[in-house]
């Protein structure tokens, strides 16, 4: 069974930080695209960044300038880095693999770490 481990969810103020960190095995590390979703109250999951296993990252539009994703390869993890929050980044956020950025929605999930930004 894939395991994918995140943390560093938690409530923070508009205009704060956070730091999300996602591990897992190397195996499936090394042989995936990793990436973020994102589901707030009410809403579909919609996919917030990614980064292939060559490191190159992707973005949703809403998040650009805000937001870096990073992957450690010494230690299997993914990182994604908030910055200037905004309540609406509020939500569930889940760290995905899965062969190709394509195919995400249908990876391996972990099981979501709680970010509330209040205003």
């Known amino acids: 069974q894939v395991q994918l481990v995140e943390s560093g969810g938690g409530l923070v103020q508009a205009g704060g930080t956070l730091r999300l960190s996602c591990a897992t095995s190397?195996?499936?590390?090394?042989?995936?695209?990793m990436g973020w979703y994102r589901q707030a109250p009410g809403k579909q999951r919609e996919l917030v960044a990614a980064?292939?296993?060559?490191?190159?990252?992707g973005y949703a539009d809403s998040v650009k300038g805000r937001f870096t994703i990073s992957r450690d390869n010494a230690k299997s993890t993914v990182y994604l880095q908030m910055n200037s929050l905004k309540p609406e980044d509020t939500g569930v956020y889940y760290c995905?693999?899965?062969?190709?950025?394509?195919?995400?929605?249908?990876?391996?999930w972990g099981q979501g770490t709680q970010v509330t930004v209040s205003s």
């Open positions: 980064i292939t296993r060559g490191g190159a990252p």
């Open positions: 995905v693999a899965a062969r190709t950025m394509v195919t995400m929605m249908s990876g391996d």
């Open positions: 190397e195996s499936i590390f090394s042989n995936n695209v």
